[in-house]
């Protein structure tokens, strides 16, 4: 054995190197091949092109989100009962109640077309699927075609409205109208002050005001402003007008709640918080069906607010976070 390895002839650095050349040489053949196939003006570059483009059209109109479920239409014509069970109809479109086939249970909207043409459907889709906060009702399904339709958790208890108005429901206790009033506050800073972009609006009034079964209140109806790019919002004032009516409007949802009254734009409410008589009257303005069930600091508080909120001045004395920090603290923990 050891005289037949002695036989062997070393393979020195010239075998090593022609090893190494042929090697490198039969590795870039198929690669110089591919560039001749892949040419920037070749045939099958210009069919990998359109290829990728069409792929990227479909990924763009028809976003891949989690947690919401996209839905046919027929799915939904059949869980709407033929679009028979209507709630109500509203500036975004027809609101409908929705059961469907594996139990779920939805509140639907049928998007009017003038407000389709403000933000492309998907874009919105998406938009909307970012939103959670526990006072938010959340998007759980969409469906896209020539209808369009969105679809948000159902709210068992229905809007603040009915609870407010209604002479057959059981009247509200004063430290739910409190953490309605906090919650309220919380879901529009989060939506006004801390998403990324800044592209939410909602309208604060007591239909928009959803209750859950254990009467947690929830914004609805929060739409998507037409303009992304949050330095436009900020040039075109936007922004500042956004969070103007946001105050005045949740001044106005505050005096609804002590009062148990409608409120309009000139209505005696607003008048009355805004005078110098508050202190001596606002015992006579509470909602009589509290039946004299409230803490008189907590009310003075609540008046405080919403005088701040109400007053007509080019710009407001206080923003939804100062007034949210204000209620949270002045809440009695014991209660």
Not at 29 to 54: N, V
Not at 139 to 159: C, D, I, K, P, Y
Not at 267 to 283: K, T, Y
Not at 285 to 308: H, P, Q, T
């Amino acid at each position: 054995m050891k005289e037949k390895r002695q036989g062997r002839k070393k393979r020195g650095p010239q075998w090593r190197a022609r090893f190494f050349t042929t090697f490198l040489f039969t590795s870039l053949l198929p690669f110089r091949k591919s560039q001749r196939l892949f040419a920037p003006f070749s045939p099958e570059m210009k069919k990998f092109r359109r290829w990728l483009s069409a792929t990227t059209h479909r990924f763009e109109s028809a976003p891949i989100l989690l947690n919401v479920r996209k839905l046919s239409s027929k799915e939904i014509k059949k869980a709407t009962g033929s679009f028979s069970m209507i709630i109500r109809s509203d500036s975004v479109g027809i609101v409908y109640r929705a059961r469907f086939s594996d139990g779920l249970i939805t509140t639907i909207i049928k998007v009017k077309h003038e407000y389709e043409d403000k933000i492309s459907f998907p874009t919105e889709v998406q938009l909307l699927a970012r939103l959670h906060h526990r006072h938010l009702v959340k998007l759980v399904g969409f469906s896209e075609g020539h209808e369009r339709f969105l679809a948000f958790e159902h709210m068992e208890n229905g809007s603040l409205r009915d609870w407010l108005h209604d002479p057959l429901k059981t009247p509200l206790n004063w430290r739910t109208r409190l953490q309605i009033a906090i919650g309220v506050a919380a879901a529009v800073e989060y939506i006004y002050y801390f998403c990324d972009p800044p592209v939410y609006n909602v309208t604060i009034n007591a239909d928009n005001v959803m209750l859950d079964h254990n009467f947690v209140a929830k914004l609805s109806n929060v739409v998507v402003l037409g303009c992304s790019c949050k330095n436009e919002l900020i040039a075109n004032g936007k922004l500042d007008r956004r969070n103007r009516e946001a105050v005045f409007q949740f001044g106005v949802l505050i005096l609804e709640l002590i009062t148990g009254q409608s409120m309009g734009g000139e209505d005696e409410a607003l008048r009355w918080v805004q005078g110098s008589g508050i202190s001596c009257s606002m015992h006579k303005m509470v909602d009589a069906d509290l039946g004299g069930n409230y803490d008189s600091r907590e009310l003075k508080s609540f008046l405080i607010i919403a005088r701040l909120c109400t007053k007509v001045d080019d710009e407001s004395a206080v923003s939804i976070p100062q007034i949210l920090r204000y209620l949270q603290g002045k809440m009695d923990p014991a209660n």
